[in-house]
């Protein structure tokens, strides 16, 4: 069955690096999503992409939050300059437009980023 | 700002024993979408609700949609170990990207 990938896995950085979090979505999906979990807490929605353009985005995702599709398979976010804050688990998700008009996501294993 | 919530917060119950999840939210919406999430793991969807009155059902957990109330509710039934996992309600906003507003998850803890 098809599956959303992430790399790394786990991922630590120091305080003001830049980290780069990949994704390869499922690929006949066209919809791309990036939403962040801190430690026992809600999901939340960072940013979503269709057609090579960012479609919404949350107050999370300020001006240190890229995202990329550098290829037709990977889907990117960057984190410019990192904050103690960034601390989380990054999800990455993918869907299509299927019946009824509804965006199943389907989520990769997250990638766990820890900023010392 | 749509807001989602979710209770209870945790719940611990015997094996054997019925309960329901609730997931209140405060915008209009026809998009309503359980995930199950194990300590450390992914999101796994487990439902899709489309319109008022859906009702799912896979195994032990069934899912329904009240959309003049802006509640559903994941009822389990019988519940066993392998249940035992946070599960959380988010509601899709297709006007907005698609983004998913997620509750704050219920942490079920289902005891032999």
């Known amino acids: 069955e098809p599956e959303v990938t992430q790399t790394p896995s786990h991922q630590v950085t120091q305080m003001g690096q830049e980290v780069i979090l990949r994704c390869v979505p499922i690929?006949?999906?066209?919809?791309f999503y990036w939403y962040r979990q801190i430690l026992g807490q809600k999901v939340e929605f960072l940013v979503s992409?269709?057609?090579?353009?960012?479609?919404?985005k949350s107050e999370i995702f300020d001006d240190q939050f890229s995202v990329e599709r550098p290829d037709g398979s990977n889907f990117t976010l960057k984190i410019r300059s990192t904050k103690l804050e960034d601390s989380a688990m990054y999800f990455c998700?993918?869907?299509?437009?299927?019946?009824?008009?509804?965006?199943?996501?389907?989520f990769g294993p997250g990638t766990r980023l820890t900023v010392t | 700002e749509l807001k989602v919530e979710q209770n209870p917060l945790f719940l611990s119950m015997q094996e054997g024993k019925n309960y329901t999840i609730y997931c209140n939210y405060s915008t209009t919406s026809d998009r309503l979408y359980w995930y199950r999430q194990d300590p450390g793991k992914s999101l796994e969807s487990l439902f899709v609700l489309l319109s008022n009155g859906a009702v799912k059902q896979e195994g032990r957990l069934m899912a329904s949609l009240d959309t003049k109330a802006r509640l559903s509710t994941l009822h389990i039934t019988a519940a066993v170990h392998d249940l035992s996992a946070t599960y959380f309600c988010a509601v899709g906003d297709d006007n907005a990207g698609n983004m998913l507003t997620f509750g704050g998850g219920t942490r079920l803890m289902v005891k032999p």
């Open positions: 992409f269709y057609n090579n353009e960012i479609s919404e």
């Open positions: 690929s006949n999906h066209l919809y």
């Open positions: 998700a993918s869907s299509v437009r299927g019946l009824a008009g509804v965006y199943e996501q389907y």
